[in-house]
């Protein structure tokens, strides 16, 4: 039986949790995949000076070719993350006949297309479960139990950084700055967190998601509407509640006779709804399809060891030579249409702060009104310094012409908030 020879590239928190996998549970990995993986090398720049996790030495290289030129790799899994070396390490790989697993979103995101056609031209595999979603397996679901039906529409929860902040600002009392430290020194956020707050994380991982549920191209993840968290106020979070509301920010793909809709924004949803109970740093999804009720994935949506656990998985597809379904297969793929947005319609919420003057609620309701949007509720808090507006379904882009309006308004502080709200 030809053992499955693996080298990965980079060494760091799922780097090092693949190595452990693939290093303790070698038995299990055999039983499961009827073949024998073998990490033979790792490719890490700086292994003298590191804490090599237990593993012997001669694992370690720093020069990345000892693993793309090596007959006895035919699998190199990519954890470095980025675009810039990984991406010219992992065509080399493809280029040199090897099969290519993945965790990075970024990458698949900005060159996915062209690694997929050299992949296929190569006759090799490139898998990327790890970048969407960590320890979900829901690429995998996409390819192989959506097997009879359309897949309508994908809801989820794909930022676990953000929902944790999220679920720690509803409690009340913290700043988005006090508890975006906390999760900085507990891990759950980086130094720099911009990419996770203001949605780009969320927009690769969507137009991955998209491509593989609806057997398109790759979308422009840039070309994906989105917003971030960082502008919600702690009104935002009481105004919420009021109305049994909880924010959450969702990504959404919904393949329509229009085109694809697709965006990440942060939206008002039941407080009882399921997505609205998620808490913490958890990932979920829902998949609609023709037949199933929504099906529903939760699970850890980041860390070492569930995230290694999606980077096994596609391992084990590499070793045990199993084709994709042809639905997926690069040729069969169809061109991404974008949707036009005015084809949208959403009840919303919009906030603005404001200097206290006479005469405001009348003038932002005529705003509306000349947009034919009507008003469902209106909230302000104490210090009337915030008003929040509910308003009933309408067009979205109507809603943003009325927004764009009124922030012009001589009262208004600042930028309106625009939220639209889950059903
Ligand atoms: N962390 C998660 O929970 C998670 C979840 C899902 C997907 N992912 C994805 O998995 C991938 C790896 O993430 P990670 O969290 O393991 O990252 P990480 O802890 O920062 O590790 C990255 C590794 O790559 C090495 N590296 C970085 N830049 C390099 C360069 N220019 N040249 C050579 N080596 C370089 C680092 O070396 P040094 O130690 O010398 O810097 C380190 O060994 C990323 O694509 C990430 O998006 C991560």
Known sequence: MKEAG???????????????????????????NGRPFTLEKIYCRNFQDKDLKGLPVEYFTNNPKELLNA?????????????????????????????????????????????????????????????VAGSIPILRILREHFC??????????????????????????STFEQVLKEAQRLGYAEADSSFDTEGYDAAQKLSILASCAFGIRLPDWKEIPRSGISELLLDDFVFAE????????????????????????????GANSEIGKVVGAENMLFIE???????????????????????????????????????????????????????????????????DQVGIVARVADAFAKKNISLLGIFHNQSHTTIAFLLYEAPITDIEEAVEIISHFDFVVGKPLLLSVES
Do not use: W
Request: aromatic share 6%.
């Open 71 to 131: 007959d006895n790799i035919d699998t190199v899994v990519e954890l470095i993350g980025g675009t810039e070396i990984a991406y010219s390490l992992v065509q080399q790989a493809l280029q040199n006949g090897k099969n290519v697993v993945t965790a990075n979103k970024a990458l698949i995101a900005t060159h996915g297309e062209e690694l997929l056609v050299l992949a296929n031209e190569k006759k090799v595999k490139l898998l990327f479960e790890a970048s």
């Open 242 to 269: 009021r109305i049994g509301k909880r924010i959450r920010l969702l990504g959404k793909a919904e393949m329509t006779e229009h085109g694809l809709f697709a965006g990440v924004h942060p939206r008002l949803v």
């Open 289 to 355: 399809d023709e037949f199933e009720s929504p099906l529903r994935l939760s699970g850890s949506g980041a860390g070492s060891l569930p995230t290694a656990m999606s980077v096994l998985a596609d391992l084990g597809e590499c070793a045990r030579g199993k084709d994709s379904s042809p639905f997926f297969s690069f040729h069969r793929r169809k061109e991404c249409v974008f949707a036009p947005r005015n084809q949208i319609k959403k009840e919303a919420y919009v906030r603005i702060q404001i200097q």
């Open 148 to 173: 009879a039906g359309e897949i309508l529409k994908i809801t989820g929860i794909l930022n676990g950084t953000c929902n944790y902040l999220l679920s720690e600002l509803e409690k009340g009392g």
């Open 6 to 32: 693996i080298g990965i590239l980079g060494f760091g928190t799922i780097g090092q949790g693949v190595a452990r996998i693939l290093t303790q549970r070698a038995n299990v990995i055999q039983l499961r």
